[in-house]
């Protein structure tokens, strides 16, 4: 595999970035300070690879952060946009697309009875909490540490993603009102959150939880622990909201709550339903739904929610991954790159890793992590040095330890030789 040569350009860029906007990116998990290298510029992307300023060619495992499970530019998604184009960019106004899109999204998740749409992964969060609070005449949320539900201030305690890697575990300009209506209990700990309950049941609103853990590293349930989850809401009266921003549509059709058998209240959607546009939703029961406005007194709205061109991009998206055999074409892809790295295990030092259809990640330990606590003894150093060289080696992997990767449906049999072949390459000099 050849070596990427440096992004000259990139840097130029970057010194512009930094004069204009907060640290040179608009978020924080673009930025590479965690590996300590600076963002690389991407002119354009096709299929599994992405094309820096320079015209260097990488593997993509970060996919747009999720969205891209049929890879870059796919052919159904480029003409469904292109045709909608045509007509008109934003009305303000009720659209087909949006209505199409809603019916197939709770076509396809039985959960959701009802859905609204919105802008981001956050906004849906938000918008969640927010309902689950007036619906419960409740004022507390519980959260998992670790999960990561966007920047709204109510999540911003001990929080995953850019969170995690920059080691901020809320941030200024949060009151201290809002963080103390506010739950945080560790992943995969039945105990803590029965002592939650225990101590303020009759104030919790709802638990908010990534059903599958992918803004701390990847992180799976352990044994019946969603279940378990399930059955504590319900007996205390609480909502049970799954964040399936990352998880949803992606490993399985369903998501999570499909792969699991769990049904929640409420889901926050986003990411993979908008192909990489801007987009996110959140949905749930009925009796639930119809308390937003205007069929309630719950107020939300947003000016481009519903935008038709997401909305016509979404739809070709999901209609495409309901081909039979999608998800096991996904899990084939996904099961080669981790059986690779179990491979290379055998003969040198491999980071401990772990994978769900669709996603993979590396912990820089030597020990299985079952929650964010285990994730502090990764080795940063070790997976900075990871990162930079499988970026010379041209596979751009998510710049930090606390991501998940992303495999697409595009990801070959040789783009699978080509990365283990840059694991292998990168990992005889982490000791150099």
Request: hydrophobic letters at 40%; charged letters at 20%; aromatic letters at 8%.
């Amino acid at each position: 595999m050849p070596i990427a040569t440096a992004p000259t350009r990139s840097s130029q860029l970057f010194e512009k970035a930094k004069m204009v906007m907060p640290g040179g990116v608009n978020s924080p998990a673009r930025s590479c300070k965690a590996v300590g290298a600076d963002p690389i510029f991407i002119e354009r992307a096709d299929g599994p690879h992405m094309f820096d300023m320079e015209g260097n060619r990488y593997i993509d495992y970060c996919g747009s952060w999720g969205p891209m499970i049929l890879g870059h530019r796919h052919p159904r998604v480029l003409e469904a946009i292109e045709d909608t184009l045509r007509l008109g960019t934003s009305f303000g106004a009720p659209c087909r697309q949006e209505v199409e899109l809603a019916e197939l999204i709770c076509q396809i998740i039985p959960s959701i009875e009802m859905v609204r749409m919105v802008n981001s992964g956050t906004e849906a969060c938000m918008s969640a909490a927010r309902l689950a609070r007036a619906f419960t005449k409740r004022p507390m949320i519980v959260k998992f540490d670790g999960c990561y539900h966007g920047h709204a201030d109510s999540f911003l305690v001990k929080a995953g993603s850019g969170l995690a890697t920059l080691g901020i575990s809320s941030s200024p300009g949060v009151p201290e009102e809002f963080t103390n209506l506010t739950i945080s209990v560790p992943y995969n700990d039945l105990d803590a959150l029965t002592k939650a309950f225990d101590k303020h049941g009759e104030k919790i609103a709802c638990v908010f939880i990534e059903p599958i853990v992918g803004n701390s590293g990847l992180i799976l349930p352990k044994n019946d622990f969603l279940k378990d989850v399930r059955e504590l809401c319900t007996k205390n009266g609480a909502l049970l909201v799954f964040d399936e921003v990352m998880t949803g549509f992606r490993v399985a059709l369903g998501g999570a709550q499909e792969k699991y058998k769990i049904k929640p209240d409420l889901t926050c959607l986003g990411k993979i339903i908008g192909a990489g546009l801007p987009v996110g939703a959140y949905g749930g029961r009925k009796e639930i739904m119809e308390m937003v406005a205007p069929s309630g007194p719950v107020y939300q709205a947003g000016t481009l929610s519903g935008n038709p061109l997401a909305m016509a991009a979404g739809i070709a998206q999901l209609r495409t991954l309901q081909t039979p055999g999608s998800y096991e074409h996904l899990e084939e892809k996904t099961k080669k790159l981790a059986d690779g790295l179990t491979e290379l295990a055998k003969k040198s030092p491999v980071p401990f890793h772990v994978h769900v259809t669709g996603m993979i990640c590396l912990f820089m330990a030597k020990d299985e992590v079952n929650n964010l606590a285990q994730t502090q003894h990764c080795d940063i150093s070790a997976f900075s040095k990871l990162w930079r060289g499988l970026l010379e080696r041209g596979v751009y992997w998510p710049p930090s330890q606390f991501e998940s990767a992303f495999v697409s449906l595009e990801h070959s049999k040789r783009t699978t030789e080509e990365t283990i072949e840059a694991f292998e390459q990168s990992i005889s000099k982490l000791g150099g």
